[in-house]
């Protein structure tokens, strides 16, 4: 009988991939099962992210009892919420790398995001991973970087996300709100840490697995 695996909520096809590839690279056989679903978003950005949340309940209750990990940062927190009612684990992709954030030398963190539905929910979760620990939190949009996302232009995407990075000067880091500026990490040439969700999104998420 094959395993249930991990169950991970999409609202891009192109993160498919992304994640399919960081199994094979330090995941071997573990298994992977995504559901894509981009109207989530589209809704969560016109209503709000608790807008989409009897439908969010209702995909994952048709998944099974099984993790999942919900690689959109815009609705992770509603997901995470649904936990109880579905009665299995449920991980925003940004939370490990939240908690790595909030634990870096310093207290001065900068958010960037290409969507602006992303800040406000990744400050949130940042601020509540820092607890107690004092902690500045930033927030910057990245100019013309979703425009060129939705274009499919992603290299172009990617450019402008690490030039942000780049011009950020009072950060002891820097945090990537969303999985699609991931590769941008890669391009940077600022000394500052840059953080990136899904390669510990993912860790996490088979940890869950794990222990089901």
Same mark, same amino acid.
């Given at each position: ?11 891009? %096809? =192109? ?6 590839? *960081? ?14 679903? %981009? ?32 690689? &959109? ?19 925003? =992709? ?46 910057? *949009? ?5 425009? &060129? ?7 172009? &995407? ?49 940890? *869950? =697995?794990?222990?089901?």
């Amino acid at each position: 009988m094959t395993a249930p695996g991990l169950l991970l909520l999409h609202t891009s %096809p =192109v993160h498919v991939p992304v994640f399919d590839a *960081l199994r094979d690279r330090h995941h071997p056989g573990a298994v992977l099962r995504h559901l894509v679903v %981009p109207e989530l978003l589209d809704r969560a950005r016109a209503e709000g992210p608790e807008a989409v949340a009897p439908d969010l309940l209702g995909l994952l209750a048709d998944a099974g009892p099984v993790p999942a990990l919900v690689t &959109c940062s815009t609705i992770g927190a509603t997901a995470e919420s649904l936990a109880p009612a579905l009665g299995a684990p449920v991980l925003r =992709v940004d939370r490990p790398m939240a908690a790595a954030a909030v634990r870096t030398a310093g207290a001065r963190i900068t958010v960037l995001a290409a969507l602006e539905s992303t800040l406000a929910p990744t400050a949130q979760l940042l601020a509540e991973e820092a607890g107690e620990r004092p902690v500045s939190i930033r927030t910057r *949009l990245v100019a013309g970087a979703w425009e &060129c996302f939705e274009a499919g232009d992603g290299a172009g &995407c990617l450019a402008r996300v690490a030039a942000a990075a780049d011009a950020v000067t009072d950060a002891d880091v820097i945090v990537l709100a969303q999985v699609s500026m991931a590769g941008a990490a890669e391009l940077v040439t600022t000394r500052i840490p840059v953080l990136a969700s899904p390669a510990a999104g993912l860790a996490a998420g088979l940890a *869950l =697995v794990a222990v089901s």
